[in-house]
C-alpha cells in the first residue's frame, strides 16, 4: 500500500466504530483501478473486499455537481442485493494535488428506512411526488478531467499500445464503460490517444461492448 494512504486506515476503523453496525468504510488506491480496493471496515454494505474495483467514483462523485472541496456527502445508490445505501466519498490527493485514492462511507439505510416507514403508517395518505428522470451526469472541466485522465493511465497500465491484441483493447473499453469514464466529454478522443487507435476504433469497440455488433 503506498504510503500516502496508510493513514487512512486508522481513521476507516474510526468511522466504523462512530457510526455503528451499519457502516462500511472502503478505501481505494486509484493507480490501480481495476484492483482499487485495499481496505475495507466494517459491515459489509456492498460486499466489497480487497482487489475488488469502486463502482460509482466517476458517475457520483468526479462528475457530481456537489463535488467541492474533495468530497461529495450523503449521495445514495443501490447495492447488489437492493439495499438503499447513503454514501460520502473523500477525494486523497498528494501535495501537488494528483489524484491518489478515495475514503468512502457507506451506510446501509435498511434500519432507518424501516423506522421512518412504520412512523409515516399513523400519518394520512399522500399522493406519490412524480419521479424526477435521472439526467446525464453533469460534467465539470479542468481538474476533473485531469483525474478521470489519471484512471485511465492506471486502467491501461505501463503497456504500449502496440503491445495490446485487440481483445485487449476491447476490455480496457469494456472496464472504463462499465466505470463511467466515458460520461466525460472528450473521454472518447483521449482514450483513443492512450490505446493508439482513432476515435472510430474506439466507436467500434463500444458497440461491442454494448452489444450493438455482433
Given at each position: 500500500?503506498?504510503p500516502?494512504?496508510?493513514?487512512?486506515i486508522?481513521?476507516a476503523?474510526m468511522l466504523?466504530h462512530?457510526f455503528?453496525?451499519d457502516?462500511?468504510v472502503?478505501?481505494?488506491?486509484?493507480?490501480?483501478p481495476?484492483?482499487?480496493?485495499?481496505?475495507v471496515?466494517?459491515?459489509p454494505?456492498t460486499?466489497?473486499?480487497p482487489?475488488?474495483s469502486?463502482?460509482?467514483l466517476?458517475?457520483?462523485?468526479l462528475?457530481s455537481?456537489?463535488l467541492k472541496?474533495d468530497y461529495v456527502?450523503?449521495?445514495y445508490f443501490?447495492?447488489?442485493?437492493?439495499?438503499?445505501?447513503?454514501?460520502?466519498t473523500?477525494?486523497?490527493?498528494?501535495m501537488?494535488?494528483?489524484l491518489e485514492?478515495a475514503?468512502?462511507i457507506?451506510?446501509?439505510?435498511?434500519?432507518?428506512?424501516?423506522?421512518?416507514?412504520?412512523l409515516?403508517s399513523?400519518?394520512p395518505e399522500?399522493?406519490?411526488?412524480?419521479t424526477?428522470t435521472?439526467e446525464e451526469?453533469?460534467?465539470?472541466?479542468?481538474?476533473?478531467?485531469?483525474?478521470?485522465?489519471?484512471?485511465?493511465?492506471?486502467?491501461?497500465?505501463?503497456?504500449?499500445p502496440s503491445?495490446l491484441?485487440r481483445?485487449e483493447?476491447?476490455e480496457?473499453?469494456?472496464?472504463?464503460e462499465?466505470?463511467g469514464i466515458?460520461?466525460?466529454?472528450?473521454?472518447?478522443?483521449?482514450?483513443?490517444?492512450?490505446?493508439?487507435?482513432?476515435?472510430?476504433t474506439?466507436y467500434?469497440?463500444l458497440?461491442e461492448?454494448?452489444g450493438?455488433?455482433?
Amino acid at each position: 500500500m503506498k504510503p500516502i494512504l496508510i493513514p487512512y486506515i486508522s481513521a476507516a476503523n474510526m468511522l466504523v466504530h462512530t457510526f455503528g453496525p451499519d457502516c462500511e468504510v472502503v478505501l481505494h488506491d486509484l493507480d490501480v483501478p481495476e484492483h482499487s480496493v485495499v481496505h475495507v471496515a466494517g459491515s459489509p454494505v456492498t460486499g466489497r473486499k480487497p482487489g475488488d474495483s469502486f463502482d460509482h467514483l466517476v458517475r457520483q462523485v468526479l462528475l457530481s455537481e456537489n463535488l467541492k472541496e474533495d468530497y461529495v456527502a450523503n449521495y445514495y445508490f443501490t447495492a447488489p442485493d437492493g439495499r438503499l445505501v447513503r454514501s460520502s466519498t473523500l477525494l486523497i490527493k498528494n501535495m501537488d494535488g494528483h489524484l491518489e485514492g478515495a475514503l468512502c462511507i457507506n451506510l446501509d439505510t435498511t434500519r432507518i428506512s424501516e423506522q421512518i416507514r412504520f412512523l409515516q403508517s399513523f400519518l394520512p395518505e399522500k399522493e406519490p411526488a412524480a419521479t424526477k428522470t435521472e439526467e446525464e451526469a453533469p460534467v465539470q472541466a479542468g481538474h476533473v478531467a485531469v483525474m478521470i485522465e489519471k484512471l485511465m493511465d492506471g486502467i491501461i497500465g505501463n503497456i504500449r499500445p502496440s503491445e495490446l491484441s485487440r481483445e485487449e483493447r476491447i476490455e480496457k473499453i469494456r472496464f472504463m464503460e462499465t466505470k463511467g469514464i466515458f460520461l466525460m466529454k472528450g473521454s472518447i478522443d483521449k482514450a483513443a490517444e492512450k490505446l493508439g487507435v482513432n476515435k472510430v476504433t474506439v466507436y467500434s469497440y463500444l458497440d461491442e461492448v454494448r452489444g450493438k455488433r455482433k
